[in-house]
């Protein structure tokens, strides 16, 4: 007997700061952290909801935004089944670099991934991404879009139970992606030559 | 007393399964089945009490009596354990985790297997907790499950999940640093177990696959890279040190010399592409001791890892690898870059001496050979691309055609590999003029080939010219013949001064070589279609006004073998019958022949309806062919000299050299003698109108002085001319070899003794070799080779010396120690 009859899994990206660890905390725990540091590489959580009866289980990894937990992060985009794209609605350049994350997944995640444009800290006064842009930026790339609040609990119940609801509907119609373990894309943009030399350099002492 | 007891328990069983399902607040345990009493028992009342010792030996005793019964008390374990996680009583949460633990350690029975699904269902529902405690519990059990050998493994069992946590543990940033570094020794140890669980079975998860490496390493090195210091231990042995365990950077160490010394050769790769690219993400290339460190780990855990089994094999690669890619200190005895090439080449030939047909280690060895020549190439300008081509040609056994005696296996299959290199160095070429990509040497060379006697060494051939013909990427619309052109969307250009001169001299050697290729006897199907795409990229990149009858005298030789050469089969007939009439309806596709065009079709529609068998595509067998049906029997079906003369000159081309007579006879035994002089035969054969050209203003051509956007560097001794390769292939002199040595040893001796600083400066006047490979390197790209924000070592140097001493040796002094 299980105890759930669907696991879903959501991985939250975006820039550092704009709150998706507070967004995961306070759907997860119910709370709204204060001070924790930044999350280094990825983190998880687990929620168990239910959907028209039927227990539905979200697997929830939470991923650094820095540029350099960028392989690690990616490495979990392609097993995904929701990924939510957050940007904080009070700061103009987390909104600016949504279109390299969409590069980012369109990249590394199966493409028919379930995503979700989401605005967070709508509670903050000083609001510089008015909501019809970032509604109009969703439509554009076919993405859902909401706005929340992590801090005052707005919206973020909402969030996670619509994409359990839309998940659960694609499952039924078999429409939701299957993972058997196949490979991720190569990494490219490395520099080549220190590859190179590297490689030689343990060819060489490989076999010494 | 005893049966009583039994009866009575007999008696009551269905009312106690009826019951339960209304009751389950436990005051009717006694109706209960038998293993969920023993359950039930093993909970004290206060978790403060811990397992109830003597009853868990109970529930142990009748596990191993009733096996059958073990996954039914694992799923209730599971049960309960996820009720008390609900509830957040972790006492009995950690009480069923123990007596789980014990269950699995004492049923080493077949059926474990169904036991291990719900002690993986608990590890994970631990593991899911917000609870670092639970999380480290449910570690400590997987581990200890790791290490158990389970006689059949479970096949669908995956480990994605457990990946995927252990690796987020490793990056815990738990407030509390006790805490933070307990989960992520945790994150290690699961990680450590997952690779012992699942590395000697690929069956079970192949962990060398992308999506887990991606996660393993980054998880390992992240937690490496934050010790105060890096000592390597310079032996093979793992950490034997105290204190491992505790220490999240020293055992993930470890774990990373573990999962080296487990990958094969095939895998290296697979640990080493994470590790290259975290390295670059985390910029941790400067300074350069972590880099060092790890790299030397890496190397000290493989050489750990072929310590074990294989001993002879291992040892003999290992004597003949130990000198391999001499870019090292004080060998700047010739030029290095060819120096490096003709070591990977001997080895090859080393290895296929060697090989055996089952030897597949032996296969992946010269695969990764043939990359390493691959990826080097791929570093050099163009013209040293062909310069590498031409080394790798001469190399090539050329099969003892016509010779004493058939090719040996081992000859036939060093052909093989040597020509798999040359195609990786080809295909990293891009063509421009051919008279570059195709020196005299060079095309002699790989004709002499394309009678090789192995079919598929003949493929490889084509396969060749293919990509160093196909400048405007055609070849994939022309893998086999056709008739219908039109909607291949090929690209056509006109065909430049340059490549006219180039075919006016070799054009004669090629085409006839290209068709006695066609008369082999042992051709397959993929030998007529790998000639034939190699003759319609010809026409593409050649198609022009004057190249056009002697194009259409191949291919009427062509159609002419495929009735009278006696020697062919009747299925060889009709296939060239099909390449013959392919490549002449491609010729109005490259140039405006619309006579030409018109009586080809009518060929072509004659053939669909008469003898379908005529047309492509080719076939390897034409069973049930009759008799009247024969090629020979159908001239009426064939392109007529005469009419196709007459198209030509309606289209105003001067076609009266078609009227000569063929240059090409069947059977190419006969015309063997000068195949060897066809460079000088070409020019002279009668060729008039293309000899012409060559009368045109004079253009250096053979030479690699000039490919464009490459500039030459000033290093003379160091560019590669046929004197070089010749002593780079045999080697350098006694005195040079010498006074190499006494270098070799002052230097080394320094690197051994010098301080780091000094070490730079050493290097900058004596170093001229890896001084010259770094200007050949950085005329590549522009790219630099380190990220330019990186600070360089403190100390004296200026600017502009900075920028002279090549980076990959500054930083890396301990890469070129050997
Ligand atoms: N005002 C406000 N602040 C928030 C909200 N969500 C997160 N924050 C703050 O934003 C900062 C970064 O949050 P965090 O969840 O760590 O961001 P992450 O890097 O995306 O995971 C923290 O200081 C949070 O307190 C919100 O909804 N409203
Ligand atoms: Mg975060």
């Known amino acids: 007997?299980?105890?759930?009859?669907?696991?879903?899994?959501?991985?939250?990206?975006?820039?550092?700061?704009?709150?998706?660890?507070?967004?995961?905390?306070?759907?997860?725990?119910?709370?709204?952290?204060?001070?924790?540091?930044?999350?280094?590489?990825?983190?998880?959580?687990?929620?168990?909801?239910?959907?028209?009866?039927?227990?539905?289980?979200?697997?929830?990894?939470?991923?650094?935004?820095?540029?350099?937990?960028?392989?690690?992060?990616?490495?979990?985009?392609?097993?995904?089944?929701?990924?939510?794209?957050?940007?904080?609605?009070?700061?103009?350049?987390?909104?600016?670099?949504?279109?390299?994350?969409?590069?980012?997944?369109?990249?590394?995640?199966?493409?028919?991934?379930?995503?979700?444009?989401?605005?967070?800290?709508?509670?903050?006064?000083?609001?510089?991404?008015?909501?019809?842009?970032?509604?109009?930026?969703?439509?554009?790339?076919?993405?859902?879009?909401?706005?929340?609040?992590?801090?005052?609990?707005?919206?973020?119940?909402?969030?996670?139970?619509?994409?359990?609801?839309?998940?659960?509907?694609?499952?039924?119609?078999?429409?939701?992606?299957?993972?058997?373990?196949?490979?991720?894309?190569?990494?490219?943009?490395?520099?080549?030559?220190?590859?190179?030399?590297?490689?030689?350099?343990?060819i060489r002492k490989l076999l010494q | 007393m005893m049966p009583a007891r039994k009866m009575a328990h007999r008696a009551c069983f269905f009312v106690s399964r009826t019951v339960y399902l209304t009751c389950c607040c436990g005051c009717c345990s006694a109706l209960r089945p038998r293993y969920k009493r023993l359950v039930d028992n093993i909970f004290p009342a206060s978790p403060q009490d811990g397992l109830v010792k003597s009853n868990m030996e109970k529930l142990t005793f009748y596990s191993l009596s009733s096996p059958e019964k073990l996954d039914r008390i694992g799923e209730y374990l599971f049960q309960k354990a996820s009720r008390d996680i609900y509830r957040r009583r972790h006492g009995f949460v950690i009480i069923a985790m123990e007596a789980m633990d014990q269950l699995l350690l004492a049923c080493h029975s077949q059926t474990l297997n169904l036991f291990v699904e719900s002690f993986l269902k608990m590890v994970q529902k631990l593991l899911e907790s917000t609870d670092p405690q639970l999380q480290i519990l449910a570690t400590q059990s997987f581990v200890r499950f790791a290490n158990i050998e389970e006689d059949t493994p479970s096949y669908h069992r995956r480990y994605d999940f457990f990946v995927s946590k252990f690796s987020a543990m490793c990056h815990s940033n738990h407030g509390d640093k006790n805490t933070r570094d307990k989960i992520r020794l945790a994150g290690i140890q699961g990680l450590q177990g997952v690779i012992r669980k699942t590395v000697s079975d690929d069956l079970v998860e192949n962990i060398w696959e992308a999506q887990h490496m991606d996660k393993i390493v980054p998880s390992l090195l992240y937690n490496m890279q934050s010790a105060e210091k890096y000592e390597t231990l310079s032996c093979m042995e793992s950490d034997g040190r105290d204190g491992v365990e505790e220490q999240p950077p020293r055992l993930a160490e470890a774990c990373?010399?573990?999962?080296?010394?487990?990958?094969?050769?095939?895998?290296?790769?697979?640990?080493?592409?994470?590790?290259?690219?975290?390295?670059?993400?985390?910029?941790?290339?400067?300074?350069?001791?972590?880099?060092?460190?790890?790299?030397?780990?890496?190397?000290?855990?493989?050489?750990?890892?072929?310590?074990?089994?294989?001993?002879?094999?291992?040892?003999?690669?290992?004597?003949?690898?130990?000198?391999?890619?001499?870019?090292?200190?004080?060998?700047?005895?010739?030029?290095?870059?060819?120096?490096?090439?003709?070591?990977?080449?001997?080895?090859?030939?080393?290895?296929?001496?060697?090989?055996?047909?089952?030897?597949?280690?032996?296969?992946?060895?010269?695969?990764?050979?043939?990359?390493?020549?691959?990826?080097?190439?791929?570093?050099?300008?163009?013209?040293?691309?062909?310069?590498?081509?031409?080394?790798?040609?001469?190399?090539?056994?050329?099969?003892?055609?016509?010779?004493?005696?058939?090719?040996?296996?081992?000859?036939a299959m060093l052909q093989g590999i040597l020509l798999k290199s040359l195609l990786k160095v080809g295909t990293t070429y891009k063509t421009t003029e051919l008279s570059k990509a195709f020196p005299a040497a060079f095309l002699e060379a790989l004709l002499r080939l394309s009678s090789a006697s192995e079919p598929s060494t003949r493929v490889l051939l084509q396969r060749i010219l293919h990509t160093l013909l196909d400048r405007r990427g055609n070849a994939p619309h022309l893998a086999t013949p056709t008739v219908d052109y039109a909607e291949l969307g090929l690209t056509v250009e006109k065909c430049s001064r340059q490549d006219l001169i180039f075919i006016s001299k070799h054009g004669y050697a090629i085409f006839s070589s290209l068709y006695d290729g066609l008369q082999l006897e042992s051709n397959t199907v993929e030998n007529i279609e790998a000639i034939y795409t190699t003759l319609a990229l010809l026409v593409i990149e050649l198609g022009s006004e004057e190249t056009v009858c002697d194009v259409m005298q191949l291919i009427l030789a062509i159609q002419q073998s495929g009735i009278s050469n006696p020697v062919i089969s009747v299925s060889q007939q009709c296939q060239l019958q099909a390449v013959s009439l392919s490549?002449?309806?491609?010729?109005?596709?490259?140039?405006?022949?619309?006579?030409?065009?018109?009586?080809?079709?009518?060929?072509?529609?004659?053939?669909?309806?008469?003898?379908?068998?005529?047309?492509?595509?080719?076939?390897?067998?034409?069973?049930?062919?009759?008799?009247?049906?024969?090629?020979?029997?159908?001239?009426?079906?064939?392109?007529?000299?005469?009419?196709?003369?007459?198209?030509?000159?309606?289209?105003?081309?001067?076609?009266?050299?078609?009227?000569?007579?063929?240059?090409?006879?069947?059977?190419?035994?006969?015309?063997?003698?000068?195949?060897?002089?066809?460079?000088?035969?070409?020019?002279?054969?009668?060729?008039?109108?293309?000899?012409?050209?060559?009368?045109?203003?004079?253009?250096?051509?053979?030479?690699?002085?000039?490919?464009?956007?490459?500039?030459?560097?000033?290093?003379?001794?160091?560019?590669?001319?046929?004197?070089?390769?010749?002593?780079?292939?045999?080697?350098?002199?006694?005195?040079?070899?010498?006074?190499?040595?006494?270098?070799?040893?002052?230097?080394?001796?320094?690197?051994?003794?010098?301080?780091?600083?000094?070490?730079?400066?050493?290097?900058?006047?004596?170093?001229?070799?890896?001084?010259?490979?770094?200007?050949?390197?950085?005329?590549?790209?522009?790219?630099?080779?380190?990220?330019?924000?990186?600070?360089?070592?403190?100390?004296?140097?200026?600017?502009?010396?900075?920028?002279?001493?090549?980076?990959?040796?500054?930083?890396f002094p301990e890469l070129f120690l050997y």
Not at chain 1, 122 to 143: C, K, L, N, W
Not at chain 2, 294 to 302: A, E, N
Not at chain 2, 594 to 615: M, Q, S, T
Not at chain 2, 760 to 784: A, G, H, R, W
């Open chain 2, 256 to 411: 990373l010399r573990e999962l080296v010394g487990r990958a094969s050769f095939g895998h290296i790769r697979s640990v080493l592409r994470p590790v290259l690219t975290h390295f670059d993400r985390h910029d941790l290339w400067i300074p350069t001791d972590f880099a060092v460190h790890t790299f030397k780990i890496i190397m000290f855990s493989i050489q750990a890892g072929a310590g074990r089994g294989r001993g002879r094999v291992r040892a003999a690669r290992a004597t003949v690898l130990s000198n391999i890619v001499a870019i090292a200190a004080g060998e700047s005895v010739g030029p290095s870059v060819l120096e490096i090439i003709n070591n990977l080449l001997t080895n090859l030939r080393t290895s296929v001496a060697r090989d055996s047909e089952k030897e597949t280690d032996e296969k992946l060895y010269q695969e990764a050979l043939i990359n390493a020549l691959g990826e080097f190439a791929d570093h050099l300008p163009d013209y040293q691309k062909i310069d590498i081509m031409m080394f790798i040609v001469n190399k090539i056994p050329s099969g003892a055609r016509g010779g004493a005696g058939k090719a040996t296996r081992a000859d």
């Open chain 1, 1 to 202: 007997m299980e105890d759930y009859k669907f696991l879903f899994k959501v991985v939250l990206v975006g820039n550092a700061g704009v709150g998706k660890t507070c967004l995961v905390r306070r759907f997860t725990q119910g709370l709204f952290p204060p001070g924790q540091g930044a999350t280094i590489g990825v983190d998880f959580m687990i929620k168990t909801v239910e959907v028209d009866g039927e227990k539905v289980k979200l697997q929830i990894w939470d991923t650094a935004g820095q540029e350099r937990f960028r392989s690690i992060t990616q490495s979990y985009y392609r097993s995904a089944h929701a990924l939510i794209l957050v940007y904080d609605i009070s700061c103009q350049p987390t909104f600016d670099c949504l279109p390299d994350w969409l590069r980012e997944i369109e990249e590394y995640a199966n493409n028919k991934v379930l995503r979700i444009l989401v605005g967070n800290k709508t509670d903050r006064e000083d609001r510089e991404i008015p909501r019809h842009i970032g509604e109009d930026f969703a439509q554009r790339h076919g993405m859902y879009f909401l706005e929340t609040s992590a801090k005052e609990a707005e919206n973020v119940e909402r969030l996670f139970m619509e994409i359990a609801v839309e998940l659960m509907e694609q499952a039924k119609c078999k429409e939701l992606p299957k993972y058997d373990g196949n490979l991720g894309p190569i990494n490219g943009g490395v520099s080549c030559r220190i590859r190179f030399f590297v490689y030689i350099f343990l």
């Open chain 2, 583 to 811: 490549l002449a309806t491609l010729l109005p596709h490259v140039m405006m022949l619309p006579r030409v065009a018109d009586y080809l079709n009518k060929i072509v529609e004659a053939r669909r309806e008469e003898a379908i068998h005529l047309l492509p595509p080719v076939l390897e067998d034409y069973p049930h062919l009759s008799p009247t049906k024969m090629p020979s029997k159908l001239p009426f079906l064939m392109i007529d000299q005469m009419a196709l003369a007459e198209c030509l000159k309606a289209c105003g081309i001067e076609s009266s050299r078609l009227q000569s007579p063929s240059p090409y006879t069947p059977g190419g035994g006969i015309s063997l003698a000068h195949r060897h002089s066809w460079v000088e035969a070409g020019a002279t054969q009668g060729r008039d109108s293309l000899a012409d050209i060559t009368a045109g203003p004079t253009t250096e051509m053979d030479s690699a002085n000039s490919s464009p956007g490459v500039q030459r560097h000033p290093m003379q001794n160091e560019s590669v001319s046929l004197e070089a390769l010749r002593r780079a292939a045999n080697g350098p002199s006694e005195m040079e070899r010498r006074d190499a040595e006494r270098r070799k040893a002052t230097l080394n001796n320094a690197f051994r003794t010098a301080p780091f600083g000094h070490l730079v400066d050493l290097t900058q006047p004596k170093y001229e070799v890896k001084d010259k490979l770094e200007e050949l390197f950085n005329s590549i790209s522009e790219e630099p080779l380190l990220p330019v924000s990186g600070s360089c070592s403190p100390g004296t140097q200026t600017k502009s010396y900075q920028q002279n001493v090549p980076p990959y040796t500054k930083y």
